[in-house]
């Protein structure tokens, strides 16, 4: 049996998990990345790999400075509180790291000074003076968080690092268009200081050489390629802080957190070395397998920034990027602002729920790389039918069979039959997680449960032991062979509950430390078993109800939340107001949409061709992907901001901007008018 994706033994492996940022409790959208590495892990074990598993807390940023002060606590408090709730929460989900640290440990500040100090020597980093939003009121340089503007690509609301709610791009400091400090509300204004950047552009040509190769999954890989073939440009790695890891011979700087962070991976296995008597630069600085697990939003930082400054610091890049698809919540936008969240302590667990209930639906919903959709009701069928009707059925019809009439596993032999079906289950399953497929593995394992049921159903060993004790004692050992398959399989899946069925069969050594091959090698007939547990119980459609009683309740006190502030802001009149003379210089008008198609590598933006009676029409980007697909704006009349400023977005220039509601509704007019047409 091969090993998952071809790993050569002798060569060390390294997985990760994106960095939990210590500013928040665990929800359930955390666990699409960290319950399939930890899959991914435990099924290279059983295969013999040696695997490192490191992560840690993501402490630095503004964020965090910010909830720390309207807390009024310290920075390092907060972080600390955090830390502990995630650390808690993997370990009873049953993610298992060898290593889960903090990046503000004194290692990690060591490492990312040795790093930066090496991309200064090298050339790698350099200074320039820029334009900073500051705040007179505040007496204060506004770094990312700390200041909101306009996005000076797509023109919406956006914060200081990130066009958040538009074209998703990475802002530079400087790069927000009429800034507004988030602590007293009060315009800023640009002022010039010296910050320190990363010559990301001179890594273009060896990014577009490494990127075809990165393994991983293809929407990682084609959506930093397709970042790369644009303009690549230089990073500002420092911003205006005390708190995070200060810059070489520059009080009152620190690096941007997008360095450090990542770093992070690399002292978290230094701390595991020492603690185990490991070798990290065989992994960091040798040929290693780095294999990192984040989700799609961070893709840009793992497969481009991050590759970048592995390379010009002399340490080994990563061999594989995972990446999962967005959550979803009962359908809808995950959104912790709009109650669209489910929390896996007081949501999850507080409620009873097994763990391994859970890393089931994370693992078997859809495929990696799509989108997941948590939803109380698909949550109920799937344990009730999957688990409770198929898995949890077979299981403990088998054992409890065998306890009753046998009290042991009979002395037979398994059937051919029994165990190519076994064979060719453990090939499926290794070679879907090998290719990061965790359904489709679920799914072959689940099959060789409904096989099992059939089986037991078919012969009949209720009638059989009756007539013809030896072969029933034949029947029971093919299906007490099954099991035991099916516990092997679904070890990394389930941990906790298949350990409690390998000690059913009457096995002492742990499910957890056995291969694959384990489940071809026969029971020993004589062995005695256990009166089984039954592992699995239906939830019932009461508990459901109140699970989405209490989803229903914070997503309304999330919107009373929103109206609330919106009218408080209403009642400050704000600087949100504008003049008369303001808003007659934008030029609006009607036209209509007379082509529309999606922009390969974003899941939000579509190319419209927009007829605004001109002699030829305008290309304009819109972010209304999620809310209309392209045949449904075929002719439909539209209301654009035609003197927006062009903006070039995934490789697109937007010459204009549609209007739409908060919500993704197209603003357009009541009954056809002509192209063109002036809106006043």
Not at 159 to 167: A, I, L, P, T
Request: aromatic residues 10%; negative net charge; proline residues 5%.
């Amino acid at each position: 049996m091969p090993l998952v994706s071809d790993f050569p033994v002798e060569k060390p492996v390294l997985v990760t998990c994106g960095l939990p940022y210590a500013n928040g409790r665990c929800h359930i959208g955390h666990l699409r990345t960290y319950v399939p590495a930890d899959i991914f892990v435990r099924t290279l074990r059983k295969q013999g790999q040696e695997v490192v598993f490191v992560c840690g807390s993501d402490t630095h940023g503004t964020p965090i400075v910010m909830n720390a002060e309207e807390l009024g606590i310290l920075p390092g408090e907060l972080v600390e509180m955090y830390h502990a709730h995630f650390d808690e929460i993997f370990r009873r989900m049953g993610v298992e790291f060898d290593y889960f640290g903090t990046t503000d440990a004194p290692s990690n500040h060591h490492r990312t000074l040795q790093i930066v100090e090496a991309l200064i020597e090298a050339g790698h980093v350099y200074p320039r003076r820029i334009e900073l939003a500051y705040c007179p009121r505040c007496d204060r340089f506004l770094p990312d968080r700390y200041v909101e503007g306009r996005c000076p690509y797509c023109g919406v609301r956006a914060r200081g690092d990130e066009c958040d709610q538009g074209c998703g791009k990475h802002l530079e400091p400087g790069e927000i268009r009429d800034p507004v400090c988030k602590i007293c509300g009060r315009e800023a204004e640009y002022r010039t200081q010296e910050h320190f950047f990363f010559r990301l552009s001179r890594f273009k040509d060896f990014l577009l050489q490494y990127l075809p190769g990165l393994r991983g999954t293809s929407n990682a890989r084609n959506y930093a390629i397709e970042w790369v073939n644009q303009e690549l440009r230089d990073w500002c790695i420092t911003r205006n802080m005390e708190w995070g890891v200060s810059f070489p011979g520059h009080e009152g700087l620190v690096v941007y957190v997008w360095v450090d962070a990542p770093i992070g991976y690399i002292s978290f296995t230094e701390e595991w070395a020492k603690r185990t008597g490991g070798d990290w630069e065989a992994i960091w600085r040798g040929d290693s397998r780095i294999i990192h697990f984040i989700g799609l939003d961070i893709v840009y930082h793992h497969c481009i920034f991050w590759p970048a400054i592995l390379k010009g610091a002399g340490y080994t890049v990563p061999w594989a990027v995972v990446a999962s698809g967005m959550v979803k919540i009962e359908d809808k936008k995950f959104s912790k602002s709009r109650g669209y969240i489910v929390w896996v302590d007081e949501d999850y667990l507080a409620h009873g729920f097994h763990p391994d209930l859970l890393r089931y639906y994370l693992a078997s919903y859809t495929s990696h790389t799509k989108e997941l959709n948590f939803s109380w009701k698909i949550f109920q069928e799937k344990v009730n039918k999957e688990l409770v009707g198929s898995l949890g059925n077979f299981l403990y019809r088998t054992t409890l069979f065998a306890y009753k009439n046998f009290k042991e596993v009979p002395m037979a032999a398994v059937s051919s039959e029994v165990m190519d079906r076994i064979g060719q289950a453990i090939d499926e399953f290794t070679e879907s997680i090998g290719g990061y497929e965790f359904k489709r593995a679920v799914d072959s394992a689940m099959t060789l449960s409904d096989f099992g049921n059939t089986y037991f159903q078919s012969m009949e060993p209720w009638k059989l032991v009756k007539t013809n004790r030896e072969a029933c004692a034949g029947v029971i050992k093919d299906c007490l062979q099954i099991a035991k398959a099916l516990i092997v399989l679904f070890d990394p899946v389930m941990p906790g509950l298949m350990e409690v069925a390998w000690r059913d069969l009457g096995l002492r050594e742990s499910v957890h430390t056995v291969s694959y091959d384990e489940a071809l090698v026969e029971l020993e007939g004589g062995r005695p078993i256990l009166k089984p547990e039954i592992l699995f119980n239906k939830i019932d459609d009461e508990k459901i109800e109140e699970m989405e009683r209490i989803l229903s309740k914070r997503i309304i006190e999330a919107v009373e939340k929103e109206m609330k502030n919106k009218k408080d802001g209403e009642e400050r009149g704000r600087s949100d107001s504008i003049t008369l003379d303001e808003f007659e210089r934008l030029d609006l008008r009607i036209g209509t949409v007379k082509e529309a198609t999606s922009i390969k590598g974003s899941e939000k933006l579509l190319k419209l061709t927009v007829d605004l009676g001109e002699t030829i029409p305008r290309v304009i980007v819109a972010g209304i992907r999620e809310h209309y697909t392209p045949e449904e704006l075929l002719e439909r009349q539209v209301l654009v901001v035609a003197n927006m400023e062009p903006a070039k977005l995934f490789g697109v220039e937007s010459q204009g901007m549609l209007l739409a509601t908060e919500n993704g509704v197209l603003l357009e007019p009541d009954e056809p008018v002509k192209n063109g047409v002036k809106v006043k």
